[in-house]
Antibody
């Protein structure tokens, strides 16, 4: 059974860097069919996608956060991480990591990408930005 | 930039009733790239539907997804007490500002 677990400090000071790690068990980050994503949710609000990282280090980021976000895969291939710099109170939220499955197939000579959703989520970790 | 707008914001129903939740995209979205999630209070989201209409593993068959282009629907044929939650639609894309809709809260009447 695949499980994800977020870890990191629950309190970060304004202007500092938020660092979170997601530990993967029951699956391999190296499998090549999954992206590893971060989503956050401020209290009482909706879901905000932060970005995703692939096993080879390829990343996609939300354009609104791109200048402050870095995601990476640990060399052990059992963890991936999120770093967000220059945080403010607006970055206070529950942060989730998730597995996102994407597959590509050749259909009549063309590559067709199929998306299987964010099918495994961590329990979430609350981060507060405050001095 | 494609934006997903969900309606209604809140849907108040009694157990046993049928729920119809809408997700409208500002531009065409490939059905391959559309998913639905359920989020109960204090819990992580849970994948319900991917590819607009395929139920994820372990999801009861009272949940169904349909639609294409700009209009997508999540239907719960007979609402159970555990279904009262917030539902989000989501589109897959490489660098999206708003891949998630704002959510529909299914409330008990």
């Amino acid at each position: 059974q695949v499980q994800l677990r977020e870890s990191g400090p629950g309190l970060v000071k304004p202007s500092q860097t938020l660092s979170l790690t997601c530990t993967v068990s029951g699956d391999s980050i190296s499998s090549g069919i999954s992206y590893w994503s971060w989503v956050r949710q401020p209290a009482g609000k909706g879901l905000e996608w932060i970005g995703r990282v692939y096993t080879n280090g390829f990343t996609n980021y939300n354009p609104s956060l791109k200048s402050r976000v870095t995601m990476s895969v640990d060399s052990s291939k059992t963890q991936f991480s999120l770093k967000m710099s220059f945080v403010t109170a607006a970055d206070t939220a529950v942060y989730y990591c998730a597995r996102e499955t994407v597959r590509s197939n050749m259909v009549q000579g063309k590559i067709v990408i199929s998306y299987y959703g964010m099918d495994v989520w961590g329990q979430g970790t609350a981060v507060t930005v405050s001095s | 930039e494609v934006v997903l707008t969900q309606s209604p914001g809140t849907l108040s129903l009694s157990p046993g009733e049928r729920a119809t939740l809408s997700c409208r995209a500002s531009q065409n979205v490939s059905s391959n790239y559309l998913a639905w999630y359920q989020q109960r209070p204090g819990r992580a989201p849970r994948l319900l539907i991917y590819g607009a209409s395929t139920r994820a593993s372990g999801i009861p068959d009272r949940f169904s997804g349909s639609g294409s282009g700009t209009d997508f629907t999540l239907t719960i044929t007979t609402v159970e007490p555990e279904d009262f939650a917030v539902y989000y639609c989501q589109q897959f894309g490489s660098s999206l500002l708003y891949p998630f809709g704002q959510g529909t809260k299914l409330d008990m009447k």
